[in-house]
C-alpha cells in the first residue's frame, strides 16, 4: 500500500504519523503510529498508540498494532496520514 510506504519513510527519519481510520460513512478515529517490524508490509507490522480504552483499567489508552488498532475500532479503511516534521 502506498500508505505502508510512506510511513516507512517517515518512521525511518524519526517522524511519527497520525493515521486517520474510517468505518462507515461519518465514524472515524485517530491514531498515532510510531514503529514497525518486518517490512512494514502490513497493518500487523505497525505499532500504534491509540487513545481509546478498549478495557476500563486500561489508564491511557492502547500500545498495539495498526490492525489490533482497526478491529478494536471497526474500521475498515486508512482514509489519510498526517505527517510530522522536526524541529
Not at 502506498?2 to 485517530?30: I, Q
Not at 502490513?42 to 505499532?47: E, V
Request: charged share 20%; glycine share 6%; aromatic share 10%.
Amino acid at each position: 500500500s502506498t500508505y505502508f510506504s510512506k510511513m516507512c519513510t517517515e518512521l525511518n527519519a524519526k517522524r511519527p504519523v497520525l493515521v486517520h481510520m474510517t468505518y462507515g460513512d461519518d465514524v472515524s478515529h485517530w491514531v498515532v503510529v510510531y514503529g514497525y517490524t518486518g517490512n512494514g508490509t502490513s497493518r500487523s507490522d505497525f505499532m500504534v498508540l491509540d487513545p481509546y480504552k478498549s478495557e476500563v483499567s486500561d489508564p491511557i489508552g492502547e500500545d498495539i498494532s495498526l490492525a489490533k488498532s482497526m478491529q478494536i475500532q471497526g474500521a475498515n479503511t486508512i482514509n489519510q496520514l498526517r505527517l510530522t516534521s522536526a524541529k
